[in-house]
């Protein structure tokens, strides 16, 4: 069950000890590199999660999986987390904790999914546009194919959403049919 404020607790003091280590690059990329790990393999996230699995083994695990990849500064949290028996929320600490590092560098997600994949030169096109529209400092731009838009895009950023997408007009056209609008001027 996700639990958004204990991760906060947790990577806020992950980056507090990285700050004061200058260590704060070092373990952004450290967690960039846990956040990619438990996106990319259900395996690993199921293991953090169960309970059958001994604490001693999940962390020889995540040692076999992290090592030579990941600093000593988040090698002993990782541990940490075990010893409290907290690694079943490793994945959301390691989002909370790039989301705080965004907030201090001052960098801004902005989220595009479209129903095919787009190339490079257009993700830096809007990647740019983005930064000149809202003034943002910097843009991270994350990509996300859903064909169930058919075509258009969405944009998110800040909580705001753009919907620019087929299905979204088609919804709109539906509801102008079932409301039956016309029917009434006939008359």
Known sequence: MPNPRLANRYAKSLVDLAIEQNQLELVYNDMKYLQ??????????????????????????IEAITASKVTTLTNLFTKLLVAKSRERDLPEIAAAFVDQYNVIKGIHKVVLTTAVEIGEELKNSIKAKAE???????????????????????????????DASISRDLRDVKKQFAKNIFVSNLK
Do not use: H, M, R, Y
């Open 36 to 61: 990619a790990v438990c996106k990319g393999s259900k395996d690993f996230v199921n293991l953090l999660k169960s309970p059958i699995i001994k604490a001693d083994k999940k962390v020889a695990i």
């Open 132 to 162: 000149a529209v809202k003034s943002f400092g910097t843009v991270e731009l994350e990509t996300k194919v859903d064909q169930s838009l058919i075509g258009g895009f969405v944009l998110e950023f800040e909580n705001n959403s753009i």
